[in-house]
């Protein structure tokens, strides 16, 4: 039809080419620097956590069955599929996500990091985790190397940036998914907020859209522009849901503040009921 074209034409404009595909990267091909075997298990617990946040509340029934082994398709898979979760608002995701990380460790292991290197060493924390992240987040976003960063002017003893960043030059994940909802919801965002409160180390991730690279910045504290930059991105024309789960989010937002607007009148008017809509009572009879 004329309005779907329309559409479809609107949403081409206004969203983002991304990389040409003709020059995406073998990522079966890419392996970690401990071998195909350690990013083998990495990829398992990862997946396995992951759909134990995304089915948390969920019957059997509607869950994606899941190979033995593990596949990096499921990882996309569970990820699409909490994005998609229509009683889940932005935050929720990102929760579920950020707690995805979180039971990656022992339950002691954060808090004591936080304690022992983070505080008294943000410098040597940034390098130490720049590393690991190297190491154990190959077979998720594919090739990277370390290099130096911009740091915040006031980070005091936070470092000068040397070796506490982590170039991702063109990001699996963001690729085999196609959509920055994706991206912010269930990388960029959780990611940061898991460092910041749970290993006590800022982080700042700067996905970039046209090129598919990301930018880990340790020790970075990520600020209000930063932020609005990656919430404000475009969607990717190759998105898969061609937008939608952007729409999708946007519409939850949207009830979830119509609801607290209706709770807050019915809190504030006893003769609005709780569940009531307003305009149910006549406008005259309110508070």
């Given at each position: 039809?004329?309005?779907?074209?329309?559409?479809?034409?609107?949403?081409?404009?206004?969203?983002?080419?991304?990389?040409?595909?003709?020059?995406?990267?073998?990522?079966?091909?890419?392996?970690?620097?401990?071998?195909?075997?350690?990013?083998?298990?990495?990829?398992?617990?990862?997946?396995?956590?992951?759909?134990?946040?995304?089915?948390?509340?969920?019957?059997?029934?509607?869950?994606?069955?899941?190979?033995?082994?593990?596949?990096?398709?499921?990882?996309?898979?569970?990820?699409?599929?909490?994005?998609?979760?229509?009683?889940?608002?932005?935050?929720?995701?990102?929760?579920?996500?950020?707690?995805?990380?979180?039971?990656?460790?022992?339950?002691?292991?954060?808090?004591?990091?936080?304690?022992?290197?983070?505080?008294?060493?943000?410098?040597?924390?940034?390098?130490?985790?720049?590393?690991?992240?190297?190491?154990?987040?190959?077979?998720?976003?594919?090739?990277?190397?370390?290099?130096?960063?911009?740091?915040?002017?006031?980070?005091?003893?936070?470092?000068?940036?040397?070796?506490?960043?982590?170039?991702?030059?063109?990001?699996?994940?963001?690729?085999?998914?196609?959509?920055?909802?994706?991206?912010?919801?269930?990388?960029?965002?959780?990611?940061?907020?898991?460092?910041?409160?749970?290993?006590?180390?800022?982080?700042?991730?700067e996905p970039n859209y046209e090129t598919f690279?990301?930018?880990?910045?340790?020790?970075?504290?990520?600020?209000?522009?930063?932020?609005?930059?990656?919430?404000?991105?475009?969607?990717?024309?190759?998105?898969?849901?061609?937008?939608?789960?952007?729409?999708?989010?946007?519409?939850?937002?949207?009830?979830?503040?119509?609801?607290?607007k209706e709770s807050s009148d019915s809190d504030?008017?006893?003769?609005?009921?709780?569940?009531?809509?307003?305009?149910?009572?006549?406008?005259?009879?309110?508070?």
């Open positions: 039809s004329k309005k779907a074209s329309g559409k479809a034409t609107t949403f081409l404009t206004s969203s983002v080419p991304g990389p040409p595909l003709e020059t995406k990267p073998d990522y079966e091909n890419i392996v970690g620097p401990l071998g195909r075997w350690a990013d083998q298990i990495f990829l398992k617990m990862f997946r396995d956590k992951l759909a134990e946040q995304v089915y948390r509340d969920e019957d059997e029934a509607n869950r994606i069955p899941l190979s033995p082994d593990g596949t990096y398709q499921e990882i996309i898979d569970l990820a699409a599929a909490l994005n998609r979760r229509s009683n889940l608002s932005r935050q929720d995701i990102q929760e579920r996500a950020r707690e995805t990380l979180v039971q990656l460790f022992p339950s002691w292991m954060p808090p004591q990091y936080a304690v022992l290197f983070s505080k008294p060493f943000p410098a040597f924390a940034a390098r130490m985790n720049a590393w690991a992240t190297f190491v154990a987040g190959t077979w998720l976003m594919g090739e990277c190397e370390i290099n130096n960063v911009e740091v915040d002017e006031n980070s005091g003893d936070g470092g000068d940036g040397v070796n506490q960043g982590l170039l991702v030059k063109r990001c699996r994940f963001l690729e085999e998914s196609g959509c920055a909802s994706v991206c912010v919801n269930s990388c960029k965002i959780p990611t940061q907020t898991f460092f910041a409160q749970n290993m006590g180390l800022p982080l700042l991730m690279e990301c930018q880990f910045s340790f020790g970075r504290v990520p600020t209000a522009e930063t932020e609005l930059v990656a919430e404000l991105t475009p969607c990717l024309q190759r998105c898969p849901t061609v937008g939608s789960l952007r729409a999708l989010h946007d519409a939850t937002a949207d009830s979830r503040a119509n609801d607290r504030n008017c006893p003769m609005i009921k709780p569940g009531q809509a307003v305009e149910a009572v006549p406008a005259e009879t309110r508070c």
